[in-house]
């Protein structure tokens, strides 16, 4: 099993640049996230789809994009690289059972740095 | 939105002792309440989960307590062993917003041999 699957795993880029981190998943979920994570702030939301064709921002959205295709894959996007964007991305997937909240499973992220 | 925080940011026990992180959370819609495990170069991994009609919940060695009235959540492991050592996150979440999750700011637990 697979699961959530991110690409690459490390990347340098230089300020102004542009690049789109892959996240895949084959456990057919409905709903797929990307969060960032900064030492000792814990994980913040950057976008979310619950399907595909829709998505919405979540607290830190600034400088991201992202879209949703098909169910399988969740890019994002980031068109003009900033030192602030330096982090770890994360991308998560979870299945979709009627009002009930389900958890989230975890790709192994991608360390980003922009210099 | 919601606003996890945990504490503390940093635990050492010794091997064979317990280890108790605790949570808060500020919004009574919250109805979810998973813990993650992040080991060095990993993505967070479920351990736990707890949902707000049940009072505690327990796998072997780990067991989660939720005080809805308080607002708070604790992850409780026992016999602590070195490769228990990670970063422990906790998260709360509201019914239909999309499974979106609120993290703490993570512990990170040392079990010293």
């Known amino acids: 099993n697979a699961g959530v699957t991110q690409t690459p795993k490390f990347r340098i880029l230089k300020i102004g640049q542009s690049m789109t981190l892959q996240c895949t998943q084959d456990?057919?979920?409905?709903?797929m996230y990307w969060y960032r994570q900064d030492p000792g702030m814990g994980l913040k939301l950057i976008y979310y789809?619950?399907?595909?064709?829709?998505?919405d921002k979540g607290e830190v959205p600034n400088g991201y994009n992202v879209s949703r295709s098909t169910t399988e894959d969740f890019p994002l996007r980031l068109e003009l690289a900033a030192p602030s964007q330096t982090s770890v991305y994360f991308c998560?997937?979870?299945?979709?059972?009627?009002?009930?909240?389900?958890?989230?499973?975890f790709g192994d992220g991608t360390r980003l740095s922009i210099l | 939105g919601e606003n996890v925080e945990q504490h503390p940011s940093t635990l050492s026990v010794q091997e064979g002792d317990s280890a108790v992180i605790k949570c808060t959370y500020s919004?009574?819609?919250?109805?979810?309440f998973p813990w993650y495990k992040q080991e060095l170069g990993k993505g967070p991994q479920l351990i736990i989960d707890?949902?707000?009609?049940?009072g505690e919940k327990k796998d072997q060695r780990i067991a989660v307590t939720l005080n809805k009235t308080a607002k708070h959540f604790s992850l409780h492991i026992t016999e602590t062993q070195p490769e228990d050592s990670a970063v422990y996150f906790c998260?709360?979440?509201?019914?239909?917003?999309?499974?979106?999750?609120?993290f703490g700011t993570g512990t990170s637990l040392t079990v010293i041999p």
């Open positions: 998560a997937s979870s299945r979709r059972q009627g009002p009930s909240n389900q958890p989230q499973h």
């Open positions: 456990m057919n979920h409905n709903y």
């Open positions: 789809s619950v399907g595909a064709g829709i998505t």
């Open positions: 919004d009574s819609a919250s109805n979810y």
């Open positions: 707890i949902r707000s009609n049940v």
């Open positions: 998260a709360a979440s509201i019914k239909d917003t999309g499974n979106q999750f609120y």
